[in-house]
């Protein structure tokens, strides 16, 4: 028996000697690359450790090849990308749980209404028997007394319910607000505050079913921050993490607001572009590069000056009844002959089809 998360599975299925050996060697490839030993961290390695994750595995083989080091803010990531499910799987397990336990004492407060009226419907019948059986006219105020009673008895209950009824709803509204914030968190890349690879996946999925049902156009923009890691190496993660924000901002505000800007990994990005075909899209990463490249940027605490961002980026356009990695495959190939032609360029998938013969 396993659970599975986003991009990774956690197999619980280990007997005890197993896991103690996937544990112990979890410990000791964190104390190997300096990574601290935290649940978040530990969970990474042990998922390595174990070999259950393929993908995960390359990720961190491919990190520790470049640096003995595993930077806490690449740890972050990993663990933004292959867990996240799981803590917010939590979160919105609990925030369901506490509105089902809200709409049961909604429901309880019904029931109770409900007990009351049947309550005072019998009491009002019982009165307006004993008005038409009224013999004696001395007996009438005791009767009015009674009903002005059991109706001032209700009215008094009425008044609770009501109350008990608004903050509920207050809480209900208040915990339905914060289940659509982890539900959009659990979409959106934490750095750059845009799609992460997760909504990209399905966004292009569902508008690639669209663009074939629709006979619409649909393009694919892939896109790489060039010398990246060397920028990081000079100027240090907190400053490259800055840069990826910039491009994130600089994506979104180029895109309309049916075109799907995200973060695909690292620093790569991707555009998904409905309707939209391939010379247009070619116009549009065209305008973003030139864009990016013209502004200079700064150290946000020091000021000093860290010259500019370039960007290589690869087109694409869906053709229908392909499959989706053909698509992204066609954008990566662009996006690498653009680096290997100097970078800080644009190349549609027709220049490679022009290199190709």
């Not at 019904?110 to 309550?119: C, L, M, R």
């Not at 009438?140 to 109350?163: E, F, I, P, Y």
């Amino acid at each position: 028996m396993y659970t599975k998360f986003w991009g990774a599975k956690l197999d619980f299925s280990d007997d005890l000697g197993t896991a103690a050996q996937y544990a112990e060697a979890a410990m000791q490839l964190m104390d190997q690359h300096n990574v601290p030993s935290t649940p978040q961290n530990f969970m990474i390695w042990y998922a390595y450790a174990s070999g259950s994750n393929p993908d995960l595995k390359n990720t961190l083989d491919e990190l520790v090849s470049d640096a003995d080091a595993v930077s806490q803010e690449d740890s972050a990531e990993i663990f933004d990308r292959y867990f996240s499910q799981f803590t917010q799987g939590k979160d919105i397990q609990k925030t369901g749980s506490q509105m089902s336990d809200l709409v049961g004492d909604v429901m309880s407060l019904v029931n109770q209404a409900t007990d009351d009226a049947e309550v005072f419907g019998a009491a009002l019948e019982d009165s307006v028997g004993s008005l038409t059986n009224l013999s004696d006219p001395s007996a009438l105020g005791h009767v009015v007394k009674l009903l002005a009673d059991n109706t001032q008895k209700m009215l008094s209950q009425n008044r609770q319910l009501q109350g008990k009824l608004e903050n509920s709803s207050e809480e209900i509204q208040s915990l339905k607000t914060h289940l659509e914030d982890v539900q959009k968190e659990a979409l959106t890349d934490g750095l750059t505050e845009i799609a992460n690879r997760k909504h990209f996946d399905t966004v292009l999925q569902s508008e690639s079913e669209a663009a074939a049902q629709k006979g619409t156009p649909l393009a694919l923009v892939m896109i790489d921050i060039d010398h990246f890691k060397n920028f990081n190496d000079t100027h240090g993660h907190q400053t490259g993490d800055h840069v990826l924000k910039f491009v994130g901002a600089m994506l979104k505000k180029a895109v309309k607001a049916s075109d799907l800007p995200a973060r695909y990994g690292g620093e790569e990005f991707a555009l998904v572009l409905p309707n939209t075909d391939l010379s247009s899209a070619v116009a549009l990463a065209e305008s973003i590069r030139v864009a990016v490249a013209g502004k200079r940027l700064r150290k946000k605490q020091t000021g000093d000056d860290i010259g500019n961002i370039t960007m290589s980026l690869g087109v694409s356009q869906y053709r229908p009844g392909e499959s989706l990695s053909a698509l992204i495959k066609r954008a990566d190939d662009g996006l690498y002959q653009a680096k290997g032609l100097g970078r800080n360029q644009v190349v549609a998938e027709t220049e490679l089809s022009a290199v190709a013969d």
